[in-house]
């Protein structure tokens, strides 16, 4: 299934397109898309059993905003330099260990919303990245099968990064990575059953209508499921809770001086094989 959520930004409401790429109303079975949904299996087949019965009502999607795919989202743990691409292009050596670092829950907007180049920012970067959503509570996870079997479904996330904030100003990378607006998600979160191998993504992203990332999740040093199941030992993973699994090479730190970064006016377009396109345009904040 194609879950998502529609409507103004903090009155979303839930809806699913259909195989046939009408948009449905699924606010009179189930009031949101988040982790409660995620980890009831009754919820979920009864949305499945209407949407192929046919009873679901239509939704006019003209002008409709399509906000984040899940609502209420515990927390974001992100990965980073998890492609053998982007560790040869920035110059690092593959990690022996996922680097995990976080994003706050309120940096997530929709797939087409405004993104805000931070005040003072000279360094504002773009990276596409598959995002794994929970379904299930995971601790302590022993295998590549239980991990998987945690994994609600798979969607779009832009993890938009202020490299001189990340890098250059001290500390950890959590101030070049929390500015406002810095996760767009969606537009859909594709339930695990339509992602038969999460390896096997086609990756890409433009910036204003130049191809600047074109990737594939085949070149991750740490697959989706050594993922979960590794984040797992360190922290509880809850159904809602979101995954970031890197980016491919293409990013703007990683070119010939000057380097690409991000201004007001500009435009960034990505998408991942079957899990639908996002478009921003980019502001000053």
């Not at 797939?111 to 920012?121: E, I, K, M, N, W």
């Not at 490299?163 to 500015?179: H, L, M, S, T, V």
Request: proline share 7%; aromatic share 6%; charged share 25%.
């Amino acid at each position: 299934m194609k879950l998502l959520r529609v409507g103004t930004v903090g009155a979303e409401r839930p809806a699913l397109l259909d195989e046939t790429g009408v948009l449905r109303d699924l606010s009179g079975l189930v009031p949101d898309i988040d982790g409660a949904l995620l980890a009831d299996d009754g919820k979920l087949a009864r949305i499945r059993a209407a949407a192929a019965s046919g009873e679901l009502p239509e939704l006019d999607a003209a002008g409709l905003r399509t906000g984040p795919p899940v609502g209420r989202i515990g927390k974001i743990v992100c990965i980073g330099l998890n492609y053998h691409d982007h560790a040869r292009e920035t110059g690092a050596a593959p990690p022996e260990e996922p680097i995990i670092f976080m994003k706050a829950p309120d940096t997530v907007v929709g797939p087409d919303d405004t993104v805000l180049v931070p005040r003072g920012s000279v360094k504002t970067d773009w990276e596409v990245e598959l995002a794994v959503v929970i379904g299930r509570t995971a601790r302590y996870l022993e295998s590549d099968e239980q991990a998987l079997a945690a994994v609600a479904g798979y969607a779009v996330a832009h993890d938009v990064s202020e490299r001189a904030f990340q890098i250059e100003r001290g500390g950890q990378w959590d101030k070049g990575k929390n500015c406002e607006t810095f996760n767009p998600l969606g537009p859909w979160l594709v339930t695990a059953d339509e992602v038969p191998d999460p390896q096997a993504l086609g990756v890409r992203l433009w910036v204003n209508g130049e191809l600047k990332q074109d990737g594939t999740t085949a070149e991750q040093i740490f697959p989706v499921a050594e993922v979960v199941r590794y984040v797992s030992h360190f922290m509880t993973l809850y159904p809602g809770d979101v995954i970031n699994t890197g980016t491919p090479a293409g990013v703007a730190m990683g070119r010939p001086e000057p380097k690409p970064y991000l201004r007001a006016g500009d435009v960034v377009e990505l998408e991942i094989d079957g899990l639908g396109r996002q478009r921003q345009e980019l502001k000053d904040a």
